[in-house]
């Protein structure tokens, strides 16, 4: 999934946590931490394979065709 799509569905999730009338404050604020978490540990991830995949580009171009079957391309 694209960054921005998956990015949008988070805030939309936010958004609609937020309004919901059935939740605490404190649920509220404890699912968009969790949110707010789960967004930079994606961003963290999303950064080391990129990381990962340009190391071994440098070791050779032949790895590519590898990094694309497993889905890194």
């Given at each position: 999934m694209p960054h921005?799509?998956?990015?949008?569905?988070?805030e939309t999730l936010k958004q609609k946590i937020l309004a919901h009338p059935e939740l605490?404050?404190?649920e509220k604020s404890n699912a968009?931490?969790?949110i707010e978490e789960w967004y930079l540990e994606d961003q963290a991830d999303k950064e080391?394979?990129?990381m990962v995949k340009q190391k071994l580009l440098?070791?050779?171009?032949?790895i590519e065709p590898l990094l694309a079957e497993v889905g890194l391309i």
């Open positions: 921005h799509k998956h990015h949008e569905r988070l605490s404050e404190e968009i931490k969790h080391f394979w990129k440098d070791i050779s171009a032949k």
